[in-house]
């Protein structure tokens, strides 16, 4: 009963049921997802979630798994893909985005040789995605490149993410701003810098106190409650309104995913107030 008064709060508010910008990754939820398909997706209809990032069946017959996406009213509007298949065979890439009704096909990590990433490994990666990019955009999908932190290294009068975004004419990015922090750059000076190239959003907080590196990695319990931590959340939020970002995908990694979601959509819902 308490989550179906939540999810009543947030649709009431206005804030998903007008803008309908503001969805899940998935990925939240894995630990879940593996005890119950049906009840997971069912727990994202109660938070009043209609937009999800995803990709998977999580072991289902991908057309049982979408007769349960659509008795939940879920939309899945992005997927997530791997590197070695942009890079091999994006036309499996393209029907998995295709068989979902995606737009938008994220990738979420490059492979590298342990903490091995310098210029060559940013341009391989550039290189594969603009490849990719171009022949989903043919498709009509759009591919967004997730970085993780190792991105924002050091490279002449900026970061190795600065080569990306100047050479990225095919893809474009999904910023994960707990990561971007993390790895020791301003998230919303990011969106301010490259406001055409930044088309999705991952909306993660940091605990305060947590020191970043650019390695990629950091505990899961880290994520904290929207508007908690120490990442300025509601600039983020204002400026992706500003820039026009279709969705704004809450992410939410750590063992407490089910009691801090319904509070991070509280939130935001009062960030419309």
Known sequence: MKKVIIAAIFLGSGFLAQAQEV????????NQFKMDVSNTLGLINEWGI????????YDLPIEEF???LEENDLDVVSVGAGFGDLENDVEKVIKNAKDFGAKYVMCAWVPHDDNNWALKETKHATEVFNKAGKILKEKGLVLAYHPHG????PYKNGTLFDYMAKNATHFTFELDVFWAQHGGADPLALMKKYPKKITLLHLKDMEKGIEGNNTGHEEDDTNVVLGTGQIDIAGVVA?????????MF????????VTQVPKSLVYLSQLEE
Do not use: P
Not at 50 to 57: N, Q, R, S
């Open 23 to 30: 969805g899940l990754q998935l990925y939240s939820l894995r």
């Open 50 to 57: 209609t937009k999800i990032e995803g990709g998977e069946t």
């Open 66 to 68: 979408k007769a349960l």
């Open 150 to 153: 190792y991105e924002f290294r």
């Open 239 to 247: 400026e992706a309104k500003k820039l026009g970002i279709e969705y």
């Open 250 to 257: 809450i992410e939410d990694e750590s063992k407490n995913v």
